[in-house]
């Protein structure tokens, strides 16, 4: 089936840092990405939507200069959290899906922990 | 209104226990349902998809009601290892994705 891979899956570094996600689809191209936050014990939270060859759509809240994203080629979108802060310690999901009506299929996952 | 609206829980109930639950959403044109299952500390993981007819796979069966805007979705004879937190997942038309916070389900011993 649809995989979606993502890397690195634990980051810890100091505060100040610029941390860059990636997410892949491995057998299948995806024009949107979606990139997610989720803090501990709560819901999972739409952050942007990742566009190849176009700029991302950010939901409201989140800041566009803080949260980089890029999505050069069809089968890669890179999150760049950037000068990292304690409170942006938080666990990052990509998802991509194959086409239209079909499933959403998550990476692994991104635990970053900004000390 | 939310896009999409789910009961959050939790929902406690014995092992053998049968628990259903609902997830509404509010853009009649969405064409396409899916429910999810996510574990503590990891990702969402694709449960089932969700037909027009309802489907059922294995202890699962998943609903569609239209007329009402809901899906729903039902676990016969639970077992401990369904514990976990239930997502619904509708994708419109437009690419853009929408989703529920979760529906928490603890299978008890």
């Known amino acids: 089936g649809a995989v979606v891979s993502q890397h690195p899956s634990r980051v810890i570094c100091k505060s100040g840092t610029s941390v860059k996600i990636e997410c892949r689809s491995l057998d299948f191209q995806a024009t949107t990405m979606f990139w997610y936050r989720q803090f501990p014990k709560q819901s999972l939270m739409l952050m942007a939507t990742s566009n190849e060859g176009s700029k991302a759509t950010y939901e409201q809240g989140v800041e566009k200069d803080k949260f980089l994203i890029n999505h050069a080629s069809l089968t890669l979108s890179t999150l760049t959290v950037t000068s990292a802060h304690p409170e942006d310690s938080s666990f990052y999901i990509c998802?991509?899906?194959?086409?239209?009506?079909?499933?959403?299929?998550f990476g692994d996952g991104t635990r970053l922990s900004i000390l | 209104r939310k896009e999409v609206e789910q009961d959050p829980g939790p929902f406690n109930v014995p092992e053998g226990a049968t628990v259903a639950f609902n997830c509404t959403y509010s853009?009649?044109?969405?064409?396409?349902f899916f429910w999810y299952r996510q574990d503590c500390r990891k990702e969402p993981k694709l449960l089932m998809s969700?037909?027009?007819s309802g489907n059922e796979d294995g202890r699962f069966t998943a609903q569609l009601n239209r007329a009402s805007q809901y899906i729903s979705l039902l676990i016969r004879d639970s077992k401990l290892s369904d514990s976990a937190t239930y997502l619904c997942v509708v994708p419109p038309n437009d690419y853009k994705l929408s989703f529920g916070a979760g529906t928490t389900v603890t299978v008890r011993a």
């Open positions: 998802s991509a899906s194959p086409g239209a009506g079909q499933p959403q299929h």
């Open positions: 853009n009649s044109a969405s064409q396409s």
């Open positions: 969700v037909y027009s």
